[in-house]
């Protein structure tokens, strides 16, 4: 156990559904995370979130919508997805420093949530 | 941007033998981390190893080490005597200065009895 859950571990969802992938972090970090896990393709760095402020979108489409209420819940919003967004959806947490060495900023992962978009 | 590649698809070894791990990254920056993470069937990411570049020595956990050649900018795991608990996906992972963690595409280990 990493101190991060996510919720829930599996999801099938229709194209027209909407629904929310959750994340929390015990650790006391305050950077959080969403990547996507694809089948054969290297983790894909969706969201950073600092001290609940969003501070990093690669280039995500709309149809998912991150929420980070406070500094140990994150929130993957959904609608209208694609076929092609079935994937593994990791949540990672780090506690990253405000000046200095970042030699303590190590991730920790959560099991994920395997989406399956019908 | 930071490209981490992993040259090996799948590797299998036999139960208390030694495999090796290949990664190698692209990078002009100085300043910079390594790890290698271990996701198994649970799917739980865990962190194996680390390594800072300013350091020489190879990071060594118990029956986890390195091989970080910083000028070739290749940092393999090996993993000594070979346990069916470390069956899983391996990731080599680029952090740079500012944080950012680039993976490659992953090295399934499958272990035999």
């Known amino acids: 156990e990493t101190g991060v859950t996510q919720t829930p571990r599996h999801l099938v969802m229709g194209m027209t559904n909407k629904k929310s992938l959750k994340c929390e972090q015990h650790l006391g970090h305050n950077a959080m995370y969403w990547y996507k896990q694809s089948a054969k393709k290297p983790l894909e760095l969706m969201f950073v979130y600092n001290f609940k402020e969003q501070t990093e979108n690669n280039s995500v489409p709309s149809r998912f919508s991150p929420e980070c209420p406070n500094s140990s819940h994150l929130f993957l919003h959904l609608h209208t997805l694609q076929p092609e967004d079935s994937a593994l959806y990791l949540c990672a947490s780090s506690q990253r420093p405000a000046s200095g060495s970042a030699s303590k900023n190590i991730q920790y992962f959560g099991a994920g949530t395997r989406l399956s978009v019908l | 941007a930071q490209t981490v590649t992993q040259s090996q698809p799948e590797m299998s070894v036999q139960e208390a033998e030694t495999v090796t791990l290949s990664c190698t990254y692209d990078?002009?920056?100085?300043?910079?981390?390594l790890f290698w993470y271990k996701q198994p069937p649970s799917r739980q990411m865990i962190l194996v190893i680390r390594?800072?570049?300013?350091?020489?020595q190879n990071a060594t956990e118990n029956r986890f080490s390195v091989n970080f050649q910083k000028a070739a900018k290749s940092f393999s795991l090996k993993i000594s005597d070979s346990q069916l608990g470390d069956a899983a996906m391996y990731f080599c992972?680029?952090?740079?200065?500012?944080?950012?963690?680039?993976f490659g595409a992953g090295t399934t280990v499958t272990v035999r009895a």
């Open positions: 390594q800072e570049a300013y350091k020489q």
């Open positions: 992972a680029y952090r740079s200065a500012l944080g950012k963690l680039s």
């Open positions: 990078t002009s920056e100085s300043d910079y981390y």
